[in-house]
């Protein structure tokens, strides 16, 4: 516990600015669409991060239970966005999200 109050607030916001900056240009740059997701969980991880810190730094255990509930959505998130791009590599036989812009297969 000595350790997360040791290291300075600063360093986890721009540790967390630097992931949510490399999770949203993975976003904005790939086509692949299984590495878009995982650049979308990059960014809810720093967001993730930067909550626990400032629960930590706070004091207050608000941010680290909204957390929890932050990993569910994204886990069911995960499950839906998954079973849809299996779906669609099935009719499509591509994961390629500038293929499936026309939606014509």
């Given at each position: 516990m000595e350790a997360i109050n040791s290291i300075p607030l600063n360093y986890y916001i721009i540790l967390s600015t630097a992931l949510f900056c490399i999770g949203a240009l993975g976003v904005m740059m790939r086509r692949n669409a299984i590495i878009m997701f995982m650049c979308i969980e990059?960014?809810?991880?720093?967001?993730?991060?930067?909550?626990?810190a400032f629960s930590r730094y706070?004091?207050?255990?608000?941010?680290?239970?909204?957390?929890?509930?932050?990993?569910?959505?994204?886990?069911?998130?995960?499950?839906?966005?998954?079973?849809?791009?299996?779906?669609?590599?099935?009719?499509?036989?591509?994961?390629?999200?500038?293929?499936?812009?026309?939606?014509?297969?």
């Open positions: 990059l960014m809810l991880n720093a967001v993730n991060l930067l909550m626990v706070l004091g207050d255990s608000n941010g680290q239970v909204f957390v929890f509930f932050i990993m569910a959505v994204a886990a069911a998130e995960v499950a839906v966005g998954l079973a849809i791009l299996i779906m669609i590599y099935r009719n499509a036989n591509t994961s390629d999200t500038e293929v499936l812009n026309e939606l014509k297969w």
